[in-house]
């Protein structure tokens, strides 16, 4: 073992002297320094040490004691020292109160940090062991060679963590019947072979350090063949609440007819989540989230060649019922957001499914408007509005309609909770209007509420209509008096 020489360094980490009257009963000792004239104690500082304590050979170890500390708030020195394997040329490289240096052998280095406030001191340490890991091959991207052409292959991708230099080993692990095909040096990076029958060929790559070998990795050739890659919708958002079962719905297709799989991972998960699929390899898979928080599943389907990928966002939270004016308040300048239940039992009932939106759909690009038709009674107040969300992302609808409407109350549109309603154009005498649509899809008949925080329009009337030029307000909404629920709210201001 090689001891370093100690580097000191000093900083000023809290500035200022603070040191604090001395309690009954203290006594001196190695972390305590007791002035009786000032009647003073010096309490000894904090040494932390943080960094990590597995590496790859030939690494950067950064060594991090910016969390170290005075009681006392008093200046601090940093000392450092680092004690490396044999056969290391290790140096460590100080910056005040970090320090770094390179894993350049294996085996285990101690880095010790000393803080001192000029009277007392404490230290902490920290092991480091460096080792060889695994490199990984990268074989590269399936790809399609046409009739006459050569097929050039690729394992620059493959990498090592230990920035080791690799050897290459190719083999053929699938190729069509009768084919003699070979490659003109299996232990090269990018080696190259000639197809002699069309059909598909796999090839696997390992790659090695010297010491450690890689998983193979595998890439697929087409030869004088048409193939198209699938394509995948992986559903649209969701809203729940947790402890509640979510059962997924992909959509994929092939037009070469291929037979596709189904692989879903998490590439977003709420931290401390053990949440899993039940099944992932099945296009409709489900999961009990365990926690608040967003879950972000991204589903990959492959027709053994190509294959497509896509994310569906699951919102989880507390209460996943009504949407408050204020969940949209609090996002863009304009926002509109709906949620319609799904029904995650399989099969699924159609009744606890909103047909309008079975979904989350958050939207704050696109053309917003809305125009409000002035009562017949007042000749100025609006009581019928009709606003329209016409998004600029096509995978959240072509378009959307709330109508809102009190021509049945005989009052105008203003700030207030509207109960009992029923389809806006065909309401009865003393019901308010609401409806809902978008996309073609409607209600025949309704039953819902909504609140209307803000709404103010134009002083002017324009072929009877005035302009919405600020608008908040949220609603539920049955569709033919079913139990599924489609939540919504909208803040819209008009631009001057």
Known sequence: MRLLPIVVVATSVLVGCGRRPCGEGTEAGPRVRLDVALDSCNAAPVAVLRGLVGVPRNARVELDGSMSADPNDEPLTFSWALDAPSGSAATLEVMDDTAAFISDVEGEYTAKLVVSDGELASEATTVITARNFAPTADAGENFLVPEGALAHLSGRGSSDPDQDPLTYRWEFVLRPDRSQVA????????????????????????????????????????????????????????????????????????????????????????????????????????????????????VTVSDGFYSAADSVRVVVEEEAGSISTERCRNGAVNTFILRGDIDNSDPPDPDNTDPIHPGFVEITSADFSGRCRVSTSTGTACDFLRFSVDPTDDGQGLWWNVTLGTNQLGVELAPGQYTDAMRASFADPGHPGLDVSGDGRGCNMLSGAFTIDTIVTTTVAVGGEVEVDELTASWVQHCNFRPAALHGCVHYKRAP
């Open 183 to 298: 490659l003109d040096d299996p232990q090269s990076p990018e080696p190259m072979f000639t197809p002699d029958i069309p059909g598909f060929y796999e090839l696997s790559l390992v790659v090695s350090d010297g010491e450690l070998s890689s998983d193979p990795d595998s890439v697929r050739v087409g030869y004088a063949v048409s193939a198209t890659p699938p394509t995948v919708d992986a559903g649209l958002d969701l809203v729940t609440g947790p402890g509640n079962v979510v059962r997924l719905q992909a959509t994929a297709s092939d037009v070469d007819g291929d037979p596709l799989t189904f692989d879903w991972t998490f590439a977003v998960i709420p931290p401390g989540s053990q949440a899993a699929f039940v099944d992932p390899t099945v296009a409709s898979p489900a999961f009990t989230p365990d926690l608040v928080g967003v879950f972000e599943a991204r």
